[in-house]
């Protein structure tokens, strides 16, 4: 299997995997099957972004403890702002423009998050965000938790989105120096710490 066939398979195994955790009712078995499989996947796949001599001793993914008071079912109010261009890497450049913001965050994390709308054939949604722990407990470029071109989306219940903290994961550069990654711009920091989902190793 060649590269590009690789990558194929790697996001359609995440996109099944996503569409698992969204049929999943209980939060807390979805999020346990999802650490499973990632950890699967980021230990064996052939597009693993975990680097050759790290595998040997890798055993999973590292995170912080699920925390039920960390998933938030938000409205969406539109948003403005001028687009964003984001440097990736081999990538070129990714254009990102804002369209919503949530309402219902600022309360328990001391923010709102702008979610943007990726440009290119297709799009697709981009929810990146930093937070307190972010260069001391988590990866300091800050975490995904909505990327809905790569597959990874949890949905919504009736017409409110649904943020679960413990799905955030960092991008594939927190992991290794081939990538570089959108990171999450400076509208998008939360004052509080998010102790849910992956952490620093």
């Not at 807390?28 to 980021?42: G, K, S």
């Not at 960390?70 to 964003?84: N, Q």
Request: glycine share 12%; hydrophobic share 40%; net charge negative.
């Amino acid at each position: 299997m060649n590269a590009t066939m690789q990558l194929w398979d790697w996001r359609r195994q995440i996109a099944d995997l996503y569409a698992a955790v969204r049929a999943e009712p209980d939060p807390l078995v979805a999020w346990l099957m999802w650490r499973r499989v990632r950890d699967a996947l980021y230990t064996a796949h052939p597009q693993t972004p975990i680097e050759t001599e790290a595998r040997a001793g890798f055993t999973g993914v590292a995170m912080f403890d699920h925390n039920p008071s960390l998933r938030f079912l938000v409205e969406l109010a539109p948003a403005e702002g001028a687009e964003l261009v984001l440097p990736a890497g081999k990538d070129g450049e990714v254009h990102a423009m804002p369209f919503a913001e949530t309402r219902g965050l600022a309360a328990a994390l001391g923010g709102e998050l702008t979610l943007y709308w990726l440009g290119g054939y297709g799009g697709g949604v981009f929810l990146p965000f930093t937070d307190a722990t972010s260069g001391r407990e988590s990866y300091g470029g800050g975490r995904y938790v909505l990327d809905t071109i790569k597959g990874a989306d949890l949905g919504h219940v009736g017409d409110r989105l649904v943020i679960d903290f413990n799905f955030a994961y960092a991008p594939s550069c927190a992991h290794s120096q081939r990538y570089v990654c959108p990171l999450a711009p400076a509208r998008n920091r939360l004052s509080g710490a998010v102790r849910a989902g992956e952490r620093e190793g």
